[in-house]
């Protein structure tokens, strides 16, 4: 079974470059905010992503945590590096 959930995320720090910053304004959470670092290496570049997010209802939004949405985010992060994998190749470390 799947849940849909509208989910609206906002731009709101670039320095390009080097960073940008979504954070959640319609969600799921009770804060999301997610930076997204690019950092130059030989042959390309490397992004890595800083995620801090708290979740709504207290100990059984920790509950849901530890069973659904841990698993779900995990998702979501493999997915894109697929994308980006099938888009621009895979990492080199030359």
């Given at each position: 079974m799947k849940?849909?959930?509208?989910?609206?995320?906002?731009?709101?720090?670039?320095n390009e470059n080097d960073f940008f910053v979504d954070e959640q304004r319609i969600g799921p959470f009770k804060m999301w905010h997610?930076?997204?670092?690019?950092?130059?290496?030989?042959n390309?570049?490397?992004?890595?992503d800083l995620v801090t997010y708290t979740l709504p209802m207290g100990l059984l939004?920790?509950?849901?945590h530890s069973l659904f949405i841990r698993?779900?985010?995990n998702k979501i992060f493999e997915f894109r590096k697929k994308a980006l994998i099938d888009i621009?190749?895979?990492?080199k470390n030359e």
């Open positions: 849940i849909k959930i509208r989910w609206v995320t906002e731009i709101t720090h670039v997610h930076e997204h670092k690019v950092i130059s290496i030989k390309g570049v490397l992004m890595t939004g920790t509950l849901v698993k779900r985010l621009f190749g895979p990492f």
